[in-house]
């Protein structure tokens, strides 16, 4: 069961969270995830943290936020990485652990700072000041590096967004209708306070003063590809049997999860194959599932994974309402080991705000990797 959860408001790349480590981010979130659950942090029996840029400092990162949020040294903690599903595979794990019986209450989430992602000198070790030295800019080459350039060249984000325009015929229009569309439901959610819930003020020093910041920094024009973001989500999980002894509130509970994996030159499908997936374990239909939040990576993986689920999934729609109703990663970024933790806390408090039952958040791994989870809201 999901009895609480939590999220820092999303930060521009180097915006109003760029001072902020991942670390934390992550500690913040995870106070106020065991704040909302009004439980003593000692019932905790594990943390377990996404983090996608994982630095040789601080290591293991969350641990390091775990003791930065002062829980109790005797808890253990780990750090998982799947590029940009690393949060919901945070969460993943702690569900499989409570479902075999290794723990009863599990605290898991993702967190990133990706404004303060750092440049890398290689080669500096053998050769620092010669010409085999390298300088490189570590978020295009963390994409680049999802998978062997021998075998694929160099792959990013935006060059498996053209293979989908490629291989869909998508027009201008289309993408940039798509990406605008996000902008405009995610202003409109900011405007009607529908985030209030689900994020939790942040305290920034800015010299000797203190601001909290309490609102995603949206983007001011709608990219067609998801820009850098700050931020943590965090979810506090628990066995029905603690649930219940406790008297938690049961926001959510999970239903089932669909992994999946593809070519890397088309990494989005493994998100649409993974979705199916999930719906497949659960017995149920895409057209049952009331509130979708798919990570935006690009307008144009978007579109392509429409299509799929409307083909192989049995859609009767076109599926924007359903999906991010409150906008998507294309207007409020993409904090890469945050971003599953995020989807899913924006479906528990979704379906809550709408009386719904079922959601499903679905993510892409770099790699050509994806993640999706359905959960069943049973308060309504």
């Known amino acids: 069961m999901l009895v609480s959860a939590a999220r820092t408001p999303l930060g521009a790349f180097c915006g109003k969270l760029e001072g902020l480590s991942e670390q934390q981010l992550g500690a913040a979130a995870m106070r106020e995830a065991i704040r909302r659950a009004e439980i003593e942090p000692a019932m905790i029996d594990e943390v377990i943290v996404g983090l996608a840029k994982q630095t040789s400092r601080p290591s293991n990162g969350g641990r390091h936020a775990m003791l930065l949020a002062r829980l109790p040294e005797n808890i253990p903690a780990y750090t998982v990485q799947r590029q940009s599903a690393s949060g919901l595979q945070a969460v993943v794990n702690g569900f499989w652990a409570i479902r075999c019986g290794d723990a009863a209450m599990i605290l898991a989430g993702g967190m ?40 694929y060249g160099i792959l990013t984000m935006a060059q498996v967004a053209e293979n989908f325009i490629r291989k869909y015929r998508f027009s201008e229009r289309e993408l940039e209708a798509f990406a605008g569309g996000s ?24 010299g000797k003063k203190e ?55 088309y ?12 719906l497949r374990q659960s017995g149920l239909t895409l057209q049952e599932i009331e509130v979708i939040e798919l990570n935006e990576m690009s307008a144009a993986e978007c579109l392509a994974i429409f ?24 207007s409020m970024g993409n904090p890469w080991g945050a971003a599953g933790a995020v989807l899913l806390t924006k479906v528990i408090y979704g379906l809550r705000r709408k009386g719904g039952r079922i959601g499903m958040a679905a993510v892409t791994a770099e790699g050509g990797q994806g993640m999706a989870m359905i959960v069943r809201n049973d308060s309504c």
């Open 307 to 330: 299509r799929e689920w409307q083909v192989r999934g049995g859609a009767r729609d076109t599926l924007a309402e359903r999906v991010n109703p409150s906008g998507g990663a294309l």
């Open 112 to 151: 990133e700072s990706m404004s303060q992602i750092p440049f890398e000198v290689r080669n500096a070790r053998y050769d620092f000041t010669g010409k085999g030295r390298e300088i490189s800019d570590a978020i295009p080459a963390q994409e680049a590096g999802a998978q062997p350039e021998e075998r």
């Open 267 to 278: 990494a989005g499908m493994a998100v649409a194959e993974a979705g199916l997936k999930a």
């Open 183 to 206: 902008l405009q439901k995610a202003l409109s959610a900011e405007d009607k306070g529908l985030f209030r819930e689900e994020i939790f003020p942040v305290a920034v020093k800015k």
């Open 211 to 265: 601001e909290s910041i309490d609102r995603d920094e949206l983007q001011k024009k709608a990219p067609l590809l998801a820009p850098p973001a700050d931020g943590a989500a965090m979810c506090l999980l628990a066995s029905r049997e603690k649930t219940t002894a406790l008297g938690l509130p049961a926001l959510a509970e999970i239903v089932s999860v669909g992994i999946a994996a593809v070519d890397p030159r």
